[in-house]
């Protein structure tokens, strides 16, 4: 089993949709977790951070069960430049190390 | 948010050379920076964590003798990719996370090495 899971996607979804990513990871001592975003041939930029209480920036959405061992990420309102690979982001507790899921592929159409 | 940069940006070389990147962070001090390594389509692959002062801790698989790590001083680790194959060709990216901060990493820009 994979550490962290994503559906790849790819999700095609048009301009103004709300779309949802989901993420489970395996170890359940991770203390961190993280939605970073990363454009095609660029460097992962950090989205946001996930807190257990969930948190909301802007059209932006987390959530995080500890139980579950599940991270979401729901974008509203879906604008062009949200497309994007989505990566979630665990950290197992080592040492800053960061595990990478797969990412999730999202196409935001006209 | 902390900047780090990498150079170069993009690499072309020939087989068999050795290849050097370098990660700096321009506005902090990183006593760890980590590289990591990504195909298309596929996650970044964390390599090895860069420790300032010390060695390189690699992951397994990751070969230490192909994949050299200097992280000489508290803003530069450079990853040396040495007799460089065709199988190495890549996107190498780097981060680094501020001291005594919260859990987030800043990633370099990455350098595209292409190996004919």
């Known amino acids: 089993r994979k550490e962290v899971e994503q559906d790849p996607g790819p999700f095609n979804v048009p301009e103004g949709a709300t779309v949802a990513f989901n993420c489970t990871y395996s170890?359940?001592?991770?203390?961190?977790f993280f939605w970073y975003r990363q454009d095609c041939r660029k460097e992962p930029k950090l989205l946001m951070s996930?807190?257990?209480s969930g948190n909301e920036d802007g059209r932006f959405t987390a959530q995080l069960n500890r139980a579950s061992q599940y991270i979401s990420l729901l974008i509203r309102d879906s604008k062009l430049s949200d497309s994007a690979t989505y990566l979630c982001?665990?950290?197992?507790?080592?040492?800053?190390?960061?595990?990478f899921g797969s990412g999730t592929q999202l196409t935001v159409l006209p | 948010g902390a900047v780090v940069s990498q150079h170069p940006s993009r690499v072309i070389c020939k087989s068999g050379t050795s290849v050097k990147i370098e990660c700096r962070s321009l506005?902090?001090?990183?006593?760890?920076m980590f590289w990591y390594r990504q195909f298309p389509k596929k996650s970044l692959m964390l390599m090895a964590t860069?420790?300032?002062?010390?060695?390189?801790?690699?992951e397994q698989g990751v070969e230490k003798d192909k994949f050299l790590i200097n992280h000489a001083s508290l803003t530069l680790s450079t990853l040396t990719v040495t007799s460089a194959h065709p199988e190495d060709s890549s996107f190498y990216i780097c981060?680094?996370?501020?001291?005594?901060?919260?859990?987030?990493?800043?990633f370099g820009p990455g350098t595209r090495l292409t190996v004919l």
């Open positions: 996930v807190y257990s």
């Open positions: 982001v665990v950290n197992p507790g080592s040492a800053r190390q960061l595990t």
């Open positions: 981060s680094a996370s501020i001291p005594g901060t919260a859990r987030e990493q800043f």
């Open positions: 170890n359940s001592a991770s203390q961190s």
């Open positions: 506005d902090f001090q990183a006593t760890t």
């Open positions: 860069s420790n300032e002062g010390s060695k390189a801790t690699y």
